[in-house]
């Protein structure tokens, strides 16, 4: 995730999701055949609630922890045999790199998702979640308030 910047605008231009997005290269993905106890491990040992299934460049879909609570664990089914095709949301929504920031907000929002698979030039180019979003915003906030401060009379108790 890059350093703080005014999230609306970094400089000159409007943020986008390029921006902030986690690259490709930090991205867990997987093949439709990989079993969901090694989804399950892949998400614990690199701490993400989410794994992209793709093939190459194309996205396939995408299992959440919650895909395996529900699907799996939830139905009570032998999960043995079970594999990401059988539990990942087909065809996820995704997001193209060269969206706002304030654009992606209201995406998320209206396809009740907290995560997105980026999208560049039609190719799989990382994600963002809710959780990037926050960490983004709560920079910023941080970023106002040290404006505030040093701009305010210092606070007195009474």
């Known amino acids: 995730m890059v350093a703080s910047r005014m999230w609306w605008t970094t400089g000159e231009r409007t943020m986008t999701v390029r921006d902030i997005a986690r690259p490709k290269d930090e991205l867990v993905t997987a093949t ?10 892949m998400m614990e040992d690199r701490m993400v609630g989410s794994v992209v299934v793709a093939d190459g460049d194309s996205i396939e879909g995408i299992v959440t922890d919650r895909d395996i609570a529900l699907k799996c664990v939830g139905s009570g089914d032998d999960i043995s045999e079970t594999t990401a095709k059988d539990v990942m949301t087909e065809k996820p929504f995704t997001v193209d790199a060269n969206t ?21 030039d039609g190719k799989l180019s990382g994600i963002v979640t809710t959780d990037d979003l926050l960490v983004l915003l709560e920079d910023e906030m941080h970023e106002l308030t040290e404006i505030i401060r040093a701009e305010s009379p210092p606070y007195t108790p009474a």
């Open 100 to 120: 706002g920031v304030y654009e992606l907000f209201r995406l998320l929002h209206e396809h009740g998702v907290r995560r997105a698979p980026i999208v560049d």
């Open 32 to 41: 439709p055949d990989t079993s969901v106890q090694e989804l399950a491990k």
